[in-house]
């Protein structure tokens, strides 16, 4: 008899979770308009696509989160999508028609204010930690970002780094886990992706394997997974 419960209440047991996604942008003085443009455009024609797709299936939990010099008390904005195995499936098609842009005018709210509250820096590391803080499970993290961390931590725009030394990773690591404390990323994939030079043309040299093996450290030491690190979303490995 305790099997056959069981056995019936399988379909039920995903009823209530949510898969978690969070993206995370540069936006305000952290991108130049010409590289956030670009952003909002991956999101609206390769991100939520990718993510309504699984509305019919799978609850969402999607948060989107800007990249400023003020990452970690950025404000955000939660979407969350009906239960895929409560809702009938025409509440289902009829949110998946809307969902794209509900998505994309929150991030133009959050753009907005970000512009208007422009600080200068980009806060990569900052904005990992307060994503790491809000994740309530496993998750995936996109961070649509050109890679370059500005802040009280480290200047990765500084040519004089030498950030192919593993010894500066490793200080800039230790600074990170004084200052900020790391990421808790436990059972996260994070994904790297809208990689540019923006308008310095130079700084396409420092967009090499060093600056990636720094940023696959950091996620690696937070207890996360690197799922994925170039031009594209496309480059995730979680779709």
Avoid at 186 to 215: H, M, P, Y
């Amino acid at each position: 008899m305790l099997t056959l419960l069981a056995f019936l209440a399988l379909p039920f047991l995903g009823l209530g979770q949510r898969e978690e996604f969070q993206v995370l942008v540069a936006v305000g003085c952290s991108a130049p308009r010409s590289v956030q443009n670009d952003y909002r455009e991956m999101l609206a024609q390769e991100v939520l696509p990718r993510l309504s797709e699984r509305l019919l299936s799978t609850s969402l939990r999607l948060t989107l989160a800007p990249v400023t010099g003020r990452s970690y008390t950025a404000p955000i904005k939660v979407i969350e999508t009906p239960d895929a195995l409560a809702t009938p499936r025409f509440q289902l098609e009829r949110f998946k028609k809307t969902f794209q842009k509900e998505a994309l005018e929150a991030f133009d709210q959050l753009r907005k204010r970000a512009i208007a509250e422009c600080t200068k820096g980009t806060e990569i590391v900052a904005a990992l930690k307060a994503a790491g803080e809000r994740a309530r499970g496993p998750g995936k993290i996109l961070l649509l970002v050109h890679g370059f961390e500005q802040s009280s931590l480290t200047n990765l725009y500084d040519y004089r780094l030498k950030l192919e030394l593993p010894q500066v990773r490793r200080e800039i690591l230790e600074r990170a886990r004084a200052q900020l404390g790391l990421p808790r990323l436990k059972d996260q994939e994070v994904c790297f992706a809208g990689l540019t030079a923006g308008n310095d043309r130079n700084a396409n040299a420092r967009l090499t394997s060093s600056i990636r093996l720094f940023w696959q450290e950091l996620v690696e030491a937070s207890g996360g997974r690197l799922a994925g690190y170039g031009a594209s979303p496309r480059v995730c490995t979680f779709w």
